[in-house]
Nanobody, 126 residues
Framework: QVQLVESGGGLVQAGGSLRLSCAASGRTFSSYAMGWFRQAPGKEREFVAVISGSAAIRYYADSVKDRFTLSRDNTKNTVYLQMNSLKPEDTAVYYC???????????????????WGQGTQVTVSS
């Protein structure tokens, strides 16, 4: 069983930055693809970004491309989502998720993931 704990959410003005972290338990972190999803009030959960276990491949949703950067430190079992140029429409609860056995894959559908964190709130004021 893998536990995921997100942190780093908060309130920021439009144009500002936040860095989310997701710390994972377990010994085989480098074999897990790590994804971020978000869900705004009244909306469906949507894919944000994913990084393969090896960190060789990253993929971003069009809505965050060139503003968000996903990285990971496999020595610390942690992934980081650097969010710059934040917009009010980025306001949501952000969830990290892990998929087993994915050193070179980048799943973009929530149902493909095996573990989820509890979420962290990001609020961007205009």
């Amino acid at each position: 069983q893998v536990q995921l704990v997100e942190s780093g959410g908060g309130l920021v003005q439009a144009g500002g930055s936040l860095r989310l972290s997701c710390a994972a338990s377990g010994r085989t972190f480098s074999s897990y693809a790590m994804g971020w999803f978000r869900q705004a009030p009244g909306k469906e959960r949507e894919f944000v970004a994913v990084i393969s276990g090896s960190a060789a491949i990253r993929y971003y949703a069009d809505s965050v491309k060139d503003r968000f950067t996903l990285s990971r430190d496999n020595t610390k079992n942690t992934v980081y989502l650097q969010m710059n140029s934040l917009k009010p429409e980025d306001t949501a609860v952000y969830y990290c998720a892990a998929k087993r056995g994915a050193p070179f894959s980048t799943p973009r559908v929530g149902a493909e993931y095996d573990y989820w964190g509890q979420g962290t709130q990001v609020t961007v004021s205009s």
